[in-house]
């Protein structure tokens, strides 16, 4: 699994702090992972998990507003060392970047065609009229009708679903090799954000660009990726591959979170959930951050925290008794 | 073609405005204490002598028909006769217009240059030395009475050190630029300071937004950033304030000019106050007003500019 040939992506032990009133807040803590070219992996995790900036921190857009420490190779050169005008060739070219809210994320004063030229004015030699032709190309490409028409257009002249699809005609404009999509349905109708992903793991395919699809949404995992990383206080707490993770979660939280999801259930059951909250970032537990909310917790989980182990078939996991756990499920 | 409807109706919006502050100077003005015919006469004038200059200026009537001469009179373009200087109002108007319109056009300018790039250096060094130095710094011409700060450089830059006139306008554009700095620079580091602090704190706001993030991550450079993203965005609220503080500027002519010996408007409507002269302030009251109507006219104009949601909805 660790085959390094075969890694586009690999981060190492990525931490990133934020400063705050004299506080120290670990937001992401030794994360690390690979990426795999032309896969779909997802990383999952509740809000304030540090799913978004650890994406953020990849690229170097969290440092402006805290220390991220670690490493991430991109074909074998790591970025973290990289200054940001280093990083202007990596950034929309190699590595594009989709956000959760299609509506604050284009810039209202500009229209669309000009959103996604300067991408191609950035990191491509093509003179103007290839562009304008590469930017009618890229919006019939994720979907929207009449493109030519639309590129004299601004944002708010489109619907929230329309505006997430110039997102990802910009993101993929100079054809990169890895997407980072930030929840990028979450904000969308249930309707809408199926034809969304069903479009994102089209173009992965098509282009063989690898994606890291960030949500909380199991049932988008299942449906989308082939691998999957669930995050919790800033730690990944079980990676595996989709079908062997969600048949047979080792860590608790993971099949807590297995379970919130509604299926095969009668009408007028209560659905379940996690009992308790994540905990705030300025009041992590000593030992593991699931503790107080584990329903397997022993004092051995409240005093150190659970190295992220090898289990075997490509799966690893932080927990004490993922033993146990998975007897418990196989039962 | 949606611009063009845009402007009309914002064109045809002045003429309630017009009409409102027609009103309002002309109950104002008859609000006054005195009596402006004994302004008007000497001081041995004898009642019947009163009597006629009344007669000849209208005030023997009633409100109502003073009101409807006045209003008939002024769109005819007949503003009277200033008791001041003994010429039609709208001849002395129109000789000091380009006067205080290029002042306060050169305070505009020297505004935004002074805080424009200020407001930037301060935003992306948010909490920083230089942003604390910045910001400290505009907190003291802000909390200064604009006339002191006048007196101040009147001393230094123009008594001591000899640097510009101490008065006047000059004829030509150059000697123009030279004899208003002192006036112009006046009045703007009062509105830079608070130009400024909107401008720092609207850059600050936009730096963070998703589009900002998002512009980031397509790897474009930071001068294409800043300039395209960024300060179009934050100029939205800052240029509504600069053209509230237009009007706020205009006002402050009275003082500038004053102390400067400007020959422009404000100067005029502050004599016109202390001689009653009725038609000259009336004149120059609706004088100021539609220029900042204009000014806001103009700001508005920019703003459906800058925002493609004000224009196209």
């Not at chain 1, 206080?233 to 969600?246: F, I, K, N, P, Q």
């Given at each position: 699994?660790?085959?390094?040939?075969?890694?586009?992506?690999?981060?190492?032990?990525?931490?990133?702090?934020?400063?705050?009133?004299?506080?120290?807040?670990?937001?992401?803590?030794?994360?690390?992972?690979?990426?795999?070219?032309?896969?779909?992996?997802?990383?999952?995790?509740?809000?304030?998990?540090?799913?978004?900036?650890?994406?953020?921190?990849?690229?170097?857009?969290?440092?402006?507003?805290?220390?991220?420490?670690?490493?991430?190779?991109?074909?074998?050169?790591?970025?973290?060392?990289?200054?940001?005008?280093?990083?202007?060739?990596?950034?929309?070219?190699?590595?594009?970047?989709?956000?959760?809210?299609?509506?604050?994320?284009?810039?209202?004063?500009?229209?669309?065609?000009?959103?996604?030229?300067?991408?191609?004015?950035?990191?491509?030699?093509?003179?103007?009229?290839?562009?304008?032709?590469?930017?009618?190309?890229?919006?019939?490409?994720?979907?929207?009708?009449?493109?030519?028409?639309?590129?004299?257009?601004?944002?708010?002249?489109?619907?929230?679903?329309?505006?997430?699809?110039?997102?990802?005609?910009?993101?993929?404009?100079?054809?990169?090799?890895?997407?980072?999509?930030?929840?990028?349905?979450?904000?969308?109708?249930?309707?809408?954000?199926?034809?969304?992903?069903?479009?994102?793991?089209?173009?992965?395919?098509?282009?063989?660009?690898?994606?890291?699809?960030?949500?909380?949404?199991?049932?988008?995992?299942?449906?989308?990726?082939?691998?999957?990383?669930?995050?919790?206080?800033?730690?990944?707490?079980?990676?595996?591959?989709?079908?062997?993770?969600?048949?047979?979660?080792?860590?608790?939280?993971?099949?807590?979170?297995?379970?919130?999801?509604?299926?095969?259930?009668?009408?007028?059951?209560?659905?379940?959930?996690?009992?308790?909250?994540?905990?705030?970032?300025?009041?992590?537990?000593?030992?593991?951050?699931?503790?107080?909310?584990?329903?397997?917790?022993?004092?051995?989980?409240?005093?150190?925290?659970?190295?992220?182990?090898?289990?075997?078939?490509?799966?690893?996991?932080?927990?004490?008794?993922?033993?146990?756990?998975?007897?418990?499920?196989?039962? | 073609m949606s611009s063009l409807s845009y402007l009309v109706s914002r064109l045809l919006q002045i003429i309630p405005t017009f009409?409102?502050?027609?009103?309002?100077?002309?109950?104002?003005?008859?609000?006054?204490?005195?009596?402006?015919?004994?302004?008007?006469?000497?001081?041995?004038?004898?009642?019947?002598?009163?009597?006629?200059?009344?007669?000849?200026?209208?005030?023997?009537?009633?409100?109502?028909?003073?009101?409807?001469?006045?209003?008939?009179?002024?769109?005819?373009?007949?503003?009277?006769?200033?008791?001041?200087?003994?010429?039609?109002?709208?001849?002395?108007?129109?000789?000091?217009?380009?006067?205080?319109?290029?002042?306060?056009?050169?305070?505009?300018?020297?505004?935004?240059?002074?805080?424009?790039?200020?407001?930037?250096?301060?935003?992306?060094?948010?909490?920083?030395?230089?942003?604390?130095?910045?910001?400290?710094?505009?907190?003291?011409?802000?909390?200064?009475?604009?006339?002191?700060?006048?007196?101040?450089?009147?001393?230094?830059?123009?008594?001591?050190?000899?640097?510009?006139?101490?008065?006047?306008?000059?004829?030509?554009?150059?000697?123009?630029?030279?004899?208003?700095?002192?006036?112009?620079?006046?009045?703007?580091?009062?509105?830079?300071?608070?130009?400024?602090?909107?401008?720092?704190?609207?850059?600050?706001?936009?730096?963070?937004?998703?589009?900002?993030?998002?512009?980031?991550?397509?790897?474009?450079?930071?001068?294409?950033?800043?300039?395209?993203?960024?300060?179009?965005?934050?100029?939205?609220?800052?240029?509504?304030?600069?053209?509230?503080?237009?009007?706020?500027?205009?006002?402050?002519?009275?003082?500038?000019?004053?102390?400067?010996?400007?020959?422009?408007?404000?100067?005029?409507?502050?004599?016109?106050?202390?001689?009653?002269?009725?038609?000259?302030?009336?004149?120059?009251?609706?004088?100021?007003?539609?220029?900042?109507s204009l000014?806001f006219l103009f700001t508005d104009m920019v703003q459906a500019w800058?925002d493609p949601r004000l224009r196209l909805s």
């Amino acid at each position: 699994m660790t085959n390094q040939n075969e890694s586009l992506l690999q981060v190492r032990d990525l931490t990133t702090t934020f400063h705050s009133k004299g506080r120290a807040l670990r937001a992401v803590d030794g994360i690390s992972f690979d990426v795999r070219a032309g896969e779909v992996l997802g990383l999952v995790g509740e809000s304030g998990s540090g799913k978004s900036i650890s994406l953020r921190s990849i690229i170097g857009l969290a440092r402006d507003y805290g220390t991220v420490e670690g490493n991430v190779y991109w074909k074998g050169e790591d970025l973290l060392t990289r200054t940001d005008k280093q990083l202007q060739c990596v950034r929309g070219s190699q590595i594009s970047m989709i956000f959760q809210e299609p509506m604050t994320s284009l810039n209202p004063l500009l229209t669309i065609g000009l959103q996604i030229e300067e991408n191609l004015k950035a990191h491509t030699d093509l003179d103007r009229r290839a562009r304008k032709a590469r930017a009618i190309e890229l919006l019939d490409t994720v979907g929207i009708p009449s493109a030519s028409s639309r590129l004299k257009d601004f944002p708010h002249q489109f619907s929230g679903g329309m505006r997430q699809r110039v997102m990802i005609a910009i993101a993929l404009a100079s054809n990169p090799e890895l997407l980072l999509a930030d929840e990028p349905t979450t904000a969308l109708d249930v309707t809408i954000q199926d034809q969304i992903l069903q479009l994102l793991l089209s173009l992965a395919k098509n282009l063989n660009m690898a994606i890291v699809l960030v949500t909380h949404d199991l049932g988008v995992v299942a449906q989308t990726c082939d691998r999957v990383a669930v995050m919790y206080a800033g730690r990944l707490v079980e990676t595996g591959s989709v079908r062997d993770v969600l048949k047979r979660p080792r860590h608790p939280y993971t099949l807590g979170l297995l379970k919130s999801v509604p299926e095969n259930i009668p009408p007028r059951t209560p659905l379940y959930s996690v009992p308790g909250t994540p905990p705030a970032l300025d009041a992590l537990p000593k030992g593991c951050a699931f503790a107080p909310r584990c329903h397997k917790a022993e004092d051995v989980c409240l005093g150190s925290k659970p190295p992220l182990s090898v289990l075997g078939d490509g799966i690893s996991s932080a927990c004490h008794f993922t033993v146990d756990i998975r007897e418990e499920v196989l039962a | 073609m949606s611009s063009l409807s845009y402007l009309v109706s914002r064109l045809l919006q002045i003429i309630p405005t017009f009409l409102l502050v027609m009103v309002v100077i002309f109950l104002l003005v008859r609000m006054l204490p005195g009596d402006p015919a004994i302004a008007m006469a000497d001081a041995k004038a004898t009642e019947a002598q009163l009597e006629l200059i009344r007669q000849k200026l209208g005030l023997n009537e009633p409100l109502v028909m003073q009101f409807f001469y006045f209003v008939k009179n002024t769109l005819s373009g007949d503003m009277g006769t200033s008791i001041l200087l003994k010429a039609p109002v709208l001849d002395v108007i129109i000789e000091r217009i380009p006067v205080t319109a290029f002042l306060t056009l050169y305070a505009v300018c020297l505004s935004i240059l002074i805080a424009g790039p200020l407001a930037f250096v301060a935003a992306l060094n948010k909490n920083r030395g230089l942003d604390i130095a910045i910001r400290s710094g505009f907190q003291v011409g802000l909390s200064t009475p604009v006339f002191y700060i006048g007196l101040l450089l009147l001393t230094f830059l123009a008594a001591s050190l000899r640097l510009f006139p101490v008065g006047g306008y000059g004829t030509t554009f150059l000697q123009h630029l030279h004899h208003l700095m002192l006036p112009a620079l006046t009045v703007a580091l009062y509105t830079s300071a608070i130009i400024m602090r909107n401008l720092r704190s609207a850059v600050i706001e936009v730096l963070d937004a998703d589009y900002v993030q998002f512009a980031r991550s397509k790897g474009l450079s930071r001068s294409v950033i800043l300039g395209r993203h960024v300060l179009r965005n934050a100029l939205i609220s800052t240029v509504t304030l600069l053209g509230l503080s237009i009007g706020n500027l205009m006002s402050g002519t009275l003082v500038t000019e004053t102390v400067f010996a400007v020959p422009g408007l404000g100067r005029l409507m502050l004599e016109a106050i202390f001689a009653r002269d009725y038609p000259l302030i009336q004149g120059l009251t609706l004088t100021f007003a539609v220029m900042v109507s204009l000014v806001f006219l103009f700001t508005d104009m920019v703003q459906a500019w800058l925002d493609p949601r004000l224009r196209l909805s």
